[in-house]
């Protein structure tokens, strides 16, 4: 996480847990000329657009009171989706069982991608079950070897 994503969790951090609403990611990013701080929200049966509205209100509120941020930006404040990231050990431990899509700095076994089902998470590894060809096989994955994470949709 950089320092502007750390900063801006410290102010918006707060006015989630008074919305009981879990901060899923933060990014910062430019596209073009524009910037854009984009915020994933989520909480207990999914967020919807008005759960959105109301964040983003007070978000926006929260940071016009101390803005880390010098250019200007749109702010964006959505549901993480159904490939929602998945960024601590918090959210590996709850996606066992799951479908899961992660890349790699390193190759494990060949492949910098893997798609599968998470089966087991400890502090060392993961271990995701995958199809290959007609059989299916279990790869360990050191977690340090991990560079993104997210659920997948598996067809």
Known sequence: M?????QIETIIQPVLDELNFELV???????GRDRY???SI???GGVDLNDCTL????????????DPIEQMYYL????PGAERPIK???????AVNQPVFVTLYAPVEGAKEWLGVLQSVDDESVVIEVQVKSKKKQVEIPRNKIAKARHAVLI
């Not at 964040?55 to 101390?66: R, T, V």
């Not at 964006?76 to 549901?79: F, N, R």
Request: glycine share 0%.
């Open 2 to 6: 950089s320092k502007i994503t750390e």
């Open 25 to 31: 990611d933060i990014e910062f990013t430019k596209e």
């Open 37 to 39: 701080l984009r915020i």
């Open 42 to 44: 989520d909480k207990e």
């Open 55 to 66: 964040a983003s209100e007070k978000i926006s509120a929260a940071m016009d009171e101390a």
């Open 76 to 79: 964006d404040v959505a549901s």
């Open 88 to 94: 601590d050990d918090k959210a590996f431990r709850n």
